[in-house]
């Protein structure tokens, strides 16, 4: 997250427990990749997070229905216009996922014996750089987590396109409008409109006064729509109102509850991005690694566990050391300085 983004949520009191619902849907894609890799493709038996199998994937949309909520609340505080809107969006997730980009793209080209299944083109590095891969026929992008980037990025256009009314009210309708004008027009995917559960949710916020105990119910519908899901579901069905719609009343009442500050989880929170990157390379070399170790490999909950805090201090790593100021002198040359 931004230093300008922080600002703006902190001026509405709301930082802590969205930074801490970031840090959640990182770590439960992060577990999710882990699972499904450990099972599916590596044969090794997972008891106690299989669930996670199909479950984790909802983090996805959780990140959805955030993006949606705040561009709501930074606009409602801080209004700027579709140019200085787009510059900050481009600056907060272009850095370090073109500088990831690159290096993988690269290792794969110099190495291709190691990534023989992939064939890695000029093309395919021009689209994923441009978030159109999945549009213009590659599939995913370069780094295989971009593609939900490559929706954050159309998310932001259209949000863009609305800001001429100057109102962060009328720009989050007017958002949700043109999006159920393009999937019905255009048959855009429908995960589109969990961006909109996010303003729908920035709208009711701005609009009416929650109380605690509204915003307590709330969160434990959403919270408890996903545990069943998670316990007795199997993630078939459509996903944006098995998880998009239970994550919108999950955000709806946890920003109405006393702010989380933990510093930990606060911290965990700020290198959710850098995590939910960095997994595309960690998660596939943890498990080259301990190909020939039999003893963890047999352990098969143990090992997700492990490989998950490896990941996530990884994240963290990478956020402090690269992220972090790689966008902060983006930033500081987007103003001249």
């Not at 689209?127 to 992008?141: H, I, N």
């Not at 393009?182 to 995917?189: D, E």
């Not at 519908?221 to 998009?244: D, K, T």
């Not at 998660?283 to 997700?304: C, E, H, M, W, Y």
């Given at each position: ?135 213009l026929g590659f599939g995913k992008p370069i780094i295989g987590q971009g593609w939900t980037l490559e929706f954050e990025m159309l998310f932001y256009l ?83 109102l098995l998880f998009g719609l239970p994550s919108m009343f999950l955000l709806l009442g946890i920003v109405n509850l006393n702010q989380l500050t933990n ?75």
């Amino acid at each position: 997250m931004s230093n300008e983004e922080k600002s703006l949520l902190q001026s509405s009191k709301k930082l802590g427990n969205i930074q801490v619902l970031r840090a959640f849907a990182a770590l439960i894609v992060i577990m999710y990749h882990i699972v499904s890799n450990a099972s599916i493709s590596q044969g090794i038996s997972i008891t106690l997070f299989y669930s996670l199998g199909h479950w984790g994937f909802s983090g996805v949309d959780l990140f959805f229905v955030i993006s949606g909520f705040v561009m709501i609340e930074s606009q409602r505080n801080r209004p700027t216009n579709s140019f200085e809107f787009f510059k900050a969006r481009i600056i907060r997730i272009v850095p370090i996922y073109w500088l990831l980009t690159f290096c993988y793209w690269t290792i794969a080209t110099i190495f291709p014996a190691y990534f023989q299944h992939i064939t890695a083109t000029p093309s395919w590095l021009f689209t994923s750089l441009l978030f159109t891969s999945g549009v213009l026929g590659f599939g995913k992008p370069i780094i295989g987590q971009g593609w939900t980037l490559e929706f954050e990025m159309l998310f932001y256009l259209f949000f863009a396109s609305s800001l001429w009314l100057r109102n962060s009210f009328r720009s989050g309708i007017l958002t949700i409008a043109l999006i159920t004008i393009a999937v019905q027009s255009f048959t855009l995917n429908q995960i589109v409109f969990e961006f909109c559960f996010g303003l729908l949710a920035g709208v009711i916020h701005q609009k009416y006064k929650i109380s605690k105990n509204i915003g307590l119910v709330l969160t434990i519908i959403g919270g408890g729509a996903l545990l069943l899901e998670l316990l007795f579901g199997s993630g078939e069905g459509n996903r944006v109102l098995l998880f998009g719609l239970p994550s919108m009343f999950l955000l709806l009442g946890i920003v109405n509850l006393n702010q989380l500050t933990n510093r930990f989880l606060l911290a965990l929170g700020d290198a959710s991005y850098s995590a939910y990157l960095l997994q595309f390379f960690v998660i596939p070399l943890l498990f080259k690694l301990t190909l020939n170790l039999s003893a963890i490999r047999s352990q098969g909950d143990i090992l997700v566990l492990v490989f998950t805090v490896i990941t996530v201090l990884a994240g963290q790593v990478l956020y402090v050391v690269v992220e972090k100021r790689l966008t902060s002198r983006f930033r500081r040359l987007s103003k001249g300085r």
